[in-house]
């Protein structure tokens, strides 16, 4: 009897002590103070696009105590700004700083105000293209229910992602109320130019005014526009700087070629820039002086007899 009663024993001692390991586990998941650095629970959003941000809010044993965290998964574009904005009601008494100000001033040393949104604006010109920014622990925020907020991240470049920072479950922390905001956009579409005339083919004349015309998408700015009378070898300006509205009006030189082509360019740095598809003719006003025949040719007659008349005809 007393075997059967030390074996009960011994197997709920050793329940208990497997039970002691997985709840002294689970509650060091849970210790904020395990948690002060700035490494995101979840790492595998990085699209790497033009404009692409993480945002986490991350609540501890309240939801007015967070950590603030954000990822600029961006290929090229700084970040400039981010607002946060909670839900009707709430408002954040307190945001410890990173490398950014925040706006209004509800920082640690200031807990008498509060706001419904606050703006963070980066510092030494911005988080840049794959940098991170961890507030640390101690920031507040008192959430009205249901609990809601939108984040607006600002670029260097005018440039924004918007919308709800959304409950994603569990963290690696086992945290369930992890609030995220992740986007990414393409940046803009390429400028481009294209020529439209002179575009190859044809036959202008040398001192008319023709008109260029090109057209332009995603472009803005001044265009220069060039000939060239050696199918591209060479160019010369036609314009340093005209507006982009698409024609100007050229006052052909007096050359002869057949291998003429025009180019248009970005006046400030020549890119982008589009050639005429074909080569044209540009066809000389000058008036030609032809001569047949092309020589004479004179002797002496014996005698002195004068030699027989020969004649030229001149033409053009």
């Known amino acids: 009897m007393q075997v059967k009663i030390y074996l009960v024993f011994g197997i709920f001692a050793i329940i208990f002590i497997l039970l002691a390991i997985c709840v002294t586990s689970a509650a060091e998941l849970y210790d904020p103070d395990e948690k002060t650095d700035d490494a995101f629970y979840k790492t595998d959003y990085s699209p790497d696009s033009d404009y692409s941000v993480r945002l986490e809010v991350d609540p501890y044993d309240t939801w007015e105590d967070f950590t603030f965290r954000i990822e600029n998964n961006s290929a090229t574009v700084t970040i400039t700004t ?10 954040f008494d307190r945001f410890k700083t990173g490398n950014f100000t925040v706006s209004p001033d509800v920082g640690r040393n200031n807990d008498g105000v509060t706001s419904q949104q606050v703006t963070l604006t980066f510092n030494s010109g911005g988080l840049a293209p794959g940098a991170t920014d961890n507030n640390g622990t101690g920031s507040d925020l008192d959430w009205s229910s249901p609990k809601s907020m939108t984040a607006v991240v600002e670029y260097a470049d005018g440039a924004q992602l918007s919308g709800a920072v959304v409950n994603v479950g569990d963290s690696d922390d ?11 956009a393409p940046g803009p579409p390429a400028a481009t130019l294209t020529m439209i005339s002179p575009n190859g083919g044809e036959s202008w004349d040398a001192s008319s005014t023709r008109t260029v015309q090109w057209s332009s998408d995603n472009f803005s700015g001044n265009v220069k ?26 006052t052909l030189p007096e050359v002869s070629t057949g291998s003429a082509l025009v180019r248009v360019s970005d006046a400030s740095d020549g890119d982008p820039s589009d050639v005429s598809d074909g080569v044209f003719s540009i066809i000389s006003s000058v008036p030609g002086i032809a001569v047949a025949p092309s020589s004479l040719t004179f002797s002496a007659q014996e005698g002195g007899a004068n030699p027989a008349n020969q004649s030229v005809t001149i033409t053009n």
């Open 82 to 91: 981010v607002t946060l904005t909670g839900s009707d009601g709430s408002t």
């Open 174 to 184: 086992n945290n369930s109320d992890l609030w995220v905001f992740e986007s990414d």
């Open 225 to 250: 526009l060039e000939v060239s009378i050696d199918n591209g070898s060479n160019y010369t300006t036609i314009v340093a700087s005209t507006a982009d509205d698409g024609s100007h009006a050229w």
